[in-house]
């Protein structure tokens, strides 16, 4: 299975025709002006230049809004060197600087680089056909810098997963050898023993134990060891049969919009998991939305290179993740409601199953916004034009 978990920033919807929003920290009121005019005449509409004088200024901006990329002059009235640029780069860990200082100091500008910079600048030695490409330069490269580091922080979140997932399956495997035992064994004295006390005492012992069994095949479904027989099915059909329950776990206070494809879309699954995981993410989303609100349930067909696919995609407009809490909901156990409230496994059913069906989903989610859950199948799709 494949994990992708994706975090949206407001600086990342990669629409260039916009202008490119750049913020110089610059307290030289003349240098400012240069820049300014520099702009005005030979940065057309491409750059929308703001400037502030002071650092705790700057920093309040970073920290609310979005920028494209900074112009710093490290030495300001109230910091110096690389201090500056180690809080401009504490408020705005993803934003690139670059460096536009009146220091040619060939140390510094390697300490500026070695410290996050994207580039480093001197004042009156670039022009402005320099600057901006320089700017357009820094922008890529912390792109590819911060999608490296996602790449590799989901890489790191997906073996941890699958390792956790190992330890579950085994740990439940052996317990359920045992749980199989004690229910054999109450199974018996049910059937043998005359006693009333003696009968209620077992079936009381029957029902926690037919209870662990339960959790204890959410498990082995997490660790992957328990797989049904996966067939030929209709996606459609599945989310279909399971709009009534749907709509009564949900509740007339949240909407639920059923978008599917009007044809035929066949994956190769086990249909009773793939209703269970459907329950499951709509329980998720109905406790994101917690009074009313929208839920979506939707099938597509999505192109892979030369192959097309199957999606079911299950979104709300819920109150959203925070990156942290995202990085471990399919944890076993893990929840943010509360012991008290919270049973089960959760979230990691979902990924067992969803590795068992060579599947990969995607987690999209803003704070505030909603979450959207987006499962692609290797699809056995029907051709077009079929019924």
Excluded: W
Aim: charged share 25%; net charge negative; with cysteine.
């Amino acid at each position: 299975m494949t994990l992708r978990m994706i975090e949206h920033r407001a600086n990342s919807d990669g629409n260039r025709s916009r202008p490119i929003q750049v913020l110089l920290i610059e307290d030289n009121i003349i240098d400012a002006r240069f820049l300014d005019v520099d702009f005005q005449k030979r940065g057309e509409s491409r750059f929308l230049l703001e400037t502030v004088q002071r650092l705790d200024e700057a920093e309040k901006i970073l920290r609310t809004r979005h920028v494209d990329v900074i112009l710093l002059d490290l030495f300001l009235e109230e910091s110096q060197g690389l201090e500056t640029l180690s809080a401009v780069r504490s408020a705005a860990p993803d934003t690139p600087v670059v460096v536009l200082t009146s220091l040619n100091d060939e140390e510094l500008a390697l300490q500026a680089l070695k410290h996050g910079a994207q580039d480093y600048l001197t004042k009156g030695v670039v022009d402005s056909h320099l600057l901006f490409r320089a700017m357009r330069y820094a922008i890529e490269r912390k792109q590819v810098e911060v999608d490296k580091r996602l790449l590799e922080e989901r890489s790191i979140q997906m073996h941890k997963l699958e390792a956790l997932g190992t330890l579950a399956g085994g740990v439940a495997h052996n317990f359920n050898n045992m749980l199989m035992a004690i229910l054999g064994h109450t199974h018996l004295l049910l059937e043998m023993s005359g006693d009333e006390d003696v009968k209620r005492h077992a079936a009381a012992i029957k029902k926690s134990g037919e209870r662990a069994s339960a959790l204890t095949r959410q498990l082995l479904m997490f660790g992957h060891r328990e797989t049904g027989d996966l067939v030929p099915v209709d996606l459609n059909k599945i989310v279909r049969d399971s709009e009534e329950l749907i709509r009564s776990v949900v509740g007339s206070e949240i909407a639920a919009q059923f978008d599917l494809m009007p044809r035929v879309v066949r994956i190769k699954a086990d249909p009773i998991q793939i209703q269970h995981m459907i329950m499951s993410l709509v329980l998720n989303a109905r406790h994101a939305i917690r009074s009313s609100g929208l839920l979506v349930i939707r099938t597509e067909l999505v192109e892979t290179g030369n192959q097309t696919h199957a999606q079911l995609t299950i979104a709300d407009n819920g109150c959203g993740m925070s990156p942290e809490t995202r990085e471990h909901i399919f944890e076993p156990f893990f929840t943010t409601r509360g012991l008290a409230v919270a049973a089960g496994l959760g979230l990691s059913t979902v990924y067992g199953i969803v590795s068992q069906h060579a599947a990969r989903i995607d987690v999209e989610s803003v704070l505030g916004k909603g979450t959207s859950f987006s499962i692609t199948f290797p699809g056995l799709t029907t051709p077009a034009g079929a019924a």
